[in-house]
């Protein structure tokens, strides 16, 4: 399967030349296919995942040091809501437009540097005092950090489409989504350490983790290879004879990389409605997440500690979550991401209900028990959403729709999280935010449930395809 130049593998060097993907090379022989595919599959997938893992040592820590922060009187809730809410916002928007350049670009080079650049940023935050002395310049510096990170998914998706065919990319995506609970938890530790040894001082939460981000990025770097093609292999469908759910248009060949966005993002009625869906899944993810070491803290008692436990345990559990979530996609829902999606969001449901209603006076360790159920439960819908743009989408464009799910999720449903919740929180306590997100719980499921239809489509389109290669 020849690709053309505009699709990302070939000599399009789009606006930034020393990332521009590199062209496919001379096929291989069979017998050296035979024993480099499998090694590099594995490489690159190994790439990735450290690599993303690393922007989540980096990505958002002002919500670990939360209450220390408040205690000390530097900010209150709403400031902390702001800061949070400039790097999540950030991070929706590059998402999209880093998703636009990331499928016409390197992949071993995009993501590195997106996470060093990441990197660079929470060191100014931890050694540059007038950042931490200004709530406005607080928020600009992780505005720029929440904008570097959004060059670390757009590179991952465009491997896994390349790399990974649709009858297993289920549980791939999921093996990889991982990544975001090693780092979600790697950083916790990395707090707690830091915190530990520097007595409190709240800026080792950024600039230890920095440190480790920066070896991680060069890891990846070794790691990551752009494309089969580029590497003289064969297309990942010629390879597994698992032909794609949606196919590469030809006629695409003659448009413009943002005409082919919009046809096949912007005017998409299905990747319209899983951007919706994703407000509320990551208004869901944040909500709880940003806000569970302060409400420990507020509500249930709980030390600095306990609160970054409850933030960590929350991004452990989402490692058993999402490999269930994989598995039960490709296994148990036959590729139907949409009925998986539903089932999953009602027992984020109820797990929401018990940690709200646990009564005070019970022990920490059952609002503890209840906040992992809900990590590892919330962390299926959002490696589903990002799933299904990569596979109801041509691969020219996959980090595009991604990104722009992630677009809706990260900019209003970080608004909801953030400084959204911190105003509810302060005006209304913590029971109406509580039955905010079981609304959210409700509105998500609708979503799914329409894109459902469209989603049944698509399958049984791929399996009157695979019916005929058979």
């Keep these: 399967m020849t690709q053309s130049t505009t699709n990302g593998t070939g000599a399009d060097k789009g606006p930034m030349?020393?990332?521009a993907a590199p062209p496919p090379t001379e096929r291989l022989d069979d017998t050296t296919v035979?024993?480099?595919?499998?090694?590099?599959?594995?490489?690159?997938?190994?790439?990735?995942?450290?690599?993303?893992?690393?922007?989540?040592?980096?990505?958002?820590?002002?919500?670990?040091?939360?209450?220390?922060l408040i205690d000390e009187g530097r900010l209150d809730e709403l400031g902390i809501?702001?800061?949070?809410?400039?790097?999540?916002?950030?991070?929706?928007?590059?998402?999209?437009?880093?998703?636009?350049?990331?499928?016409?670009?390197?992949?071993?080079?995009?993501?590195?540097?997106g996470l060093l650049l990441s990197a660079v940023a929470n060191l100014v935050v931890a050694f540059v005092p007038a950042v931490s002395a200004s709530l406005a310049l607080f928020a600009v510096v992780m505005f720029i950090n929440g904008w570097f990170q959004g060059m670390g998914w757009p590179p991952c998706g465009r491997v896994l489409v390349h790399w990974f065919s649709t009858n297993e990319?289920?549980?791939?995506?999921?093996?990889?989504?991982?990544?975001?609970?090693?780092?979600?938890?790697?950083?916790?530790?990395?707090?707690?350490?830091?915190?530990?040894?520097?007595?409190?001082?709240?800026?080792?939460?950024?600039?230890?983790?920095?440190?480790?981000?920066?070896?991680?990025?060069?890891?990846?770097?070794?790691?990551?290879?752009?494309t089969p093609e580029s590497q003289g292999l064969p297309t990942i469908e010629e390879y597994r004879d698992d032909p794609a759910k949606v196919e590469d248009d030809a006629a695409d060949a003659e448009l413009s990389m943002w005409a082919v966005v919009r046809k096949h993002v912007l005017r998409n009625r299905t990747m319209v409605l899983l951007a919706l869906a994703n407000v509320f899944v990551y208004a869901?993810?944040?909500?709880?997440?940003?806000?569970?070491?302060?409400?420990?803290?507020?509500?249930?008692?709980?030390?600095?500690?306990?609160?970054?436990?409850?933030?960590?345990?929350?991004?452990?559990?989402?490692?058993?979550?999402?490999?269930?979530?994989?598995?039960?996609?490709?296994?148990?829902?036959?590729?139907?991401?949409?009925?998986?999606?539903?089932?999953?969001?009602v027992a984020v449901g109820l797990a929401v209900a018990v940690y709200w209603l646990t009564p005070e006076s019970s022990p920490l360790w059952v609002s503890l028990v209840a906040v992992t159920f809900i990590g590892g439960l919330i962390y299926g819908p959002v490696m589903l959403i990002g799933l299904q743009a990569l596979d109801l989408s041509p691969r020219r464009v996959a980090g595009?729709?991604?990104?722009?799910?992630?677009?809706?999720?990260?900019?209003?449903?970080?608004?909801?999280?953030?400084?959204?919740?911190?105003?509810?929180?302060?005006?209304?306590?913590?029971?109406?935010?509580?039955?905010?997100?079981?609304?959210?719980?409700?509105?998500?499921?609708?979503?799914?449930?329409?894109?459902?239809?469209?989603?049944?489509?698509?399958?049984?389109?791929?399996?009157?395809?695979?019916?005929?290669l058979a």
């Design 81 to 113: 809501g702001i800061i949070a809410n400039a790097a999540l916002i950030a991070y929706g928007f590059s998402k999209f437009l880093s998703g636009t350049v990331s499928d016409r670009s390197n992949a071993r080079y995009f993501l590195p540097i």
């Design 284 to 345: 869901l993810r944040y909500g709880v997440l940003t806000w569970t070491p302060i409400y420990l803290s507020q509500v249930r008692g709980a030390s600095l500690a306990g609160g970054i436990a409850g933030f960590s345990l929350f991004e452990l559990a989402g490692i058993v979550g999402t490999l269930l979530c994989g598995w039960a996609s490709d296994r148990i829902f036959r590729g139907n991401r949409s009925i998986t999606g539903i089932a999953f969001m």
């Design 400 to 468: 595009t729709a991604a990104g722009f799910t992630g677009l809706f999720g990260y900019v209003i449903g970080a608004t909801l999280a953030s400084s959204g919740i911190g105003l509810v929180v302060q005006n209304f306590g913590w029971d109406v935010t509580f039955i905010m997100l079981l609304v959210f719980v409700v509105i998500t499921v609708v979503f799914f449930a329409i894109i459902n239809k469209d989603e049944k489509v698509a399958i049984e389109a791929h399996r009157r395809r695979t019916d005929t």
């Design 17 to 19: 030349m020393f990332l």
């Design 34 to 68: 035979a024993k480099r595919y499998p090694k590099l599959r594995l490489q690159v997938f190994m790439g990735i995942f450290i690599g993303y893992a690393g922007f989540y040592l980096i990505r958002n820590n002002i919500p670990l040091v939360g209450s220390l």
């Design 169 to 226: 990319r289920g549980i791939k995506t999921s093996i990889w989504n991982v990544a975001h609970n090693v780092g979600g938890f790697a950083v916790g530790v990395l707090a707690a350490l830091g915190l530990s040894l520097t007595d409190n001082d709240w800026t080792a939460v950024f600039w230890l983790p920095a440190l480790v981000a920066i070896v991680v990025a060069v890891i990846a770097f070794f790691l990551i290879r752009d």
